[in-house]
């Protein structure tokens, strides 16, 4: 008797809300999904359908075929791989610094960093299209790779100093007493230790850049556009698309998710320790 | 314990990333504020030089800047707030144990993990007069007797952008504060039980207190953020109709677009100091962490 009703409170107070919130979480795909398989007729039908009576790729189609968006792909995934080596490299090196040694001015320049995230974007915007049209790199990937490696930088740094100081200093001490000097023993000891964590970071850092859209729209031309960009100029003239603009965001979400999936332990474990231990 | 006699090496090491960070926000950061006196209206290339505080007294007496403002407000205010709410109650339940749980904090995490255009524009799909699912829903529901088109209103505009600015920060709030309620012992709570507390006492008592520091930080970023945001309500309404979903830093970027640099800066540094103002605490804090 008692169980029963302990299991009647249970989907009372777990499985029904949980059920609204990840409907009311997920809805928004499912119906992103529908709406670009759906016929044009249907679509702009007097009804609306919650699963169409009639399915189509054409939209699929015709954005690779007739809208060349392979392109603006390609465009990101370069922007997003360069931000992603270049931040990796450089937060590496920093976070590294900051979990092994006490020097002066650490906490100055730990902070510098931090504070960096708070500046808006408006602000930066601004003076940095007139840098960058003034150095020539004004709607090339350069121009997109160097801001975002700055946006990216700050959280980096914070995951990977998160790993970096629960991994023991003995590590690398045994390996400068056995003669290795201190890169030597940076990319033979702690290196390959950290491989999953810059993984973790490095999966931050792609989808960071492989969404970021205030910088992109103002950053880059026809020629070197990325999809955000490419997305919202999918509105024409003539009103929105509906089906074409849905099936670009279903491309466009797949690839990161998939990464995100695959790191998301680790990336979570970086992303909370900073928050639960500061 | 920790290498204190390293000499150059720790300087040498952060230098790469601190050049980066020194070109791409620091100095633009100054130029910025360069900028903001100066008339520097892309159209008037003419008009470009120095002009003192003007640009702020302008702003001072912009209608449009006030009402932005005050829309910014409440669009933290209400964003990050239930953002808090309905995180808090998706981490309670997430942290419980029934099948599935893996994939359910999985997929529940998809929102954040997806770009701000395109969550801009799926909403405006779902909100649309004409074809919105949301409308046919109400419909079906009774609850409406005829289409609202949700984002052509002034009068439901700005709830509509809101509620997605909600539905975008929920997995964020919720990932945090699962991770911390791991953090809290179950001793507290079975030393709670033996003391005959019920679900909320336990809750207030235990949970909250316990989650403070996350709560804390989380919060904070949040509120930086979401003030900050562009993308979403520039993809939903560019701010209209009749500037009815503009919040500032939408206004700065519609005037940066119309290449009034100037004016735009002005604006932008202002709201900068604004928000330094709500982080100050939270850097204190972070010094304050950073010495032990």
């Known amino acids: ?278 | 314990m920790r290498n204190k006699k390293a000499g150059f090496w720790p300087y040498l090491l952060i230098m790469p990333a601190l050049l980066v960070v020194m070109a791409v926000v620091f100095i633009p950061a100054l130029n910025a504020v360069l900028m903001s006196f100066q008339s520097y209206d892309l159209r008037r290339p003419s008009e470009i030089g120095f002009i003192g505080a003007d640009n702020y007294i302008k702003v001072m007496r912009d209608s449009l800047f006030w009402s932005s403002l005050w829309r910014t407000l409440l669009w933290v205010l209400f964003g990050v707030g239930f953002q808090f709410v309905f995180g808090f109650c998706l981490a309670l339940l997430l942290n419980r144990p029934f099948r599935g749980r893996g994939l359910a904090r999985s997929v529940s995490l998809i929102p954040w993990v997806t770009p701000g255009v395109l969550i801009g524009l799926m909403w405006r799909w779902i909100y649309d007069g004409s074809y919105g699912v949301l409308n046919d829903i109400l419909l079906k529901l009774n609850l409406i007797d005829e289409s609202i088109p949700f984002l052509a209103r002034v009068s439901t505009v700005f709830p509509a952008v809101v509620v997605t600015i909600i539905w975008q920060g929920i997995p964020f709030f919720a990932l945090m504060l699962l991770a911390g309620l791991q953090g809290v012992p179950g001793e507290l709570y079975e030393a709670a039980d033996i003391d005959g507390a019920n679900v909320f006492q336990k809750f207030i008592q235990i949970t909250v207190p316990s989650l403070q520091n996350t709560i804390y930080v989380t919060t904070l970023l949040r509120i930086i953020w979401v003030a900050n945001s562009v993308d979403v309500i520039f993809n939903m309404t560019g701010g209209g109709p009749a500037y009815a979903s503009q919040t500032l830093s939408v206004y700065i970027f519609n005037k940066a677009n119309a290449l009034n640099l100037g004016y735009s800066s002005a604006m932008s540094i202002i709201l900068t100091i604004l928000l330094l103002l709500v982080a100050i605490p939270y850097l204190k804090n972070l010094f304050r962490n950073q010495e032990n």
């Open chain 1, 1 to 278: 008797m008692k169980g029963r009703k302990n299991s009647f409170y249970r989907v009372l107070n777990l499985h029904i809300p949980l059920i609204i919130l990840l409907i009311f979480l997920l809805f928004p795909f499912y119906w992103t999904f529908v709406t670009s398989i759906k016929p044009e007729r249907e679509l702009y039908g007097s009804v609306v359908t919650y699963w169409p009576r009639q399915t189509t790729f054409k939209a699929y189609k015709d954005l690779f075929f007739d809208y060349n968006f392979l392109k603006p792909m390609g465009n990101s995934l370069l922007v997003a791989l360069l931000t992603t080596s270049l931040t990796l490299s450089v937060a590496s090196l920093a976070s590294y610094s900051f979990s092994r040694f006490r020097f002066r001015g650490r906490r100055a320049f730990m902070i510098l960093f931090l504070t960096n995230n708070m500046f808006p974007t408006v602000l930066l915007l601004i003076p940095l299209y007139a840098i960058m049209r003034n150095l020539g790199i004004l709607y090339t990937p350069t121009a997109l790779v160097l801001s975002y490696t700055t946006f990216t930088i700050p959280f980096s740094v914070w995951l990977l100093n998160g790993y970096l100081s629960d991994l023991p200093l003995s590590l690398e001490e045994a390996a400068m007493v056995d003669g290795a000097n201190r890169p030597q023993a940076f990319i033979r000891i702690i290196l390959p230790v950290l491989i999953p964590c810059l993984i973790a970071t490095g999966v931050y850092i792609f989808m960071t850049s492989w969404n970021e859209y205030t910088f992109a729209v103002m950053f880059t031309n026809e020629e070197s556009r990325t999809i955000p960009v490419a997305l919202k100029n999918l509105i024409g003239q003539l009103g929105v698309q509906w089906d074409l603009l849905t099936a670009g965001g279903i491309i466009t979400i797949i690839p990161v998710c998939v990464m995100f999936f695959f790191a998301q332990r680790r990336l979570v474990e970086g992303l909370t320790a900073g928050a639960v231990k500061g």
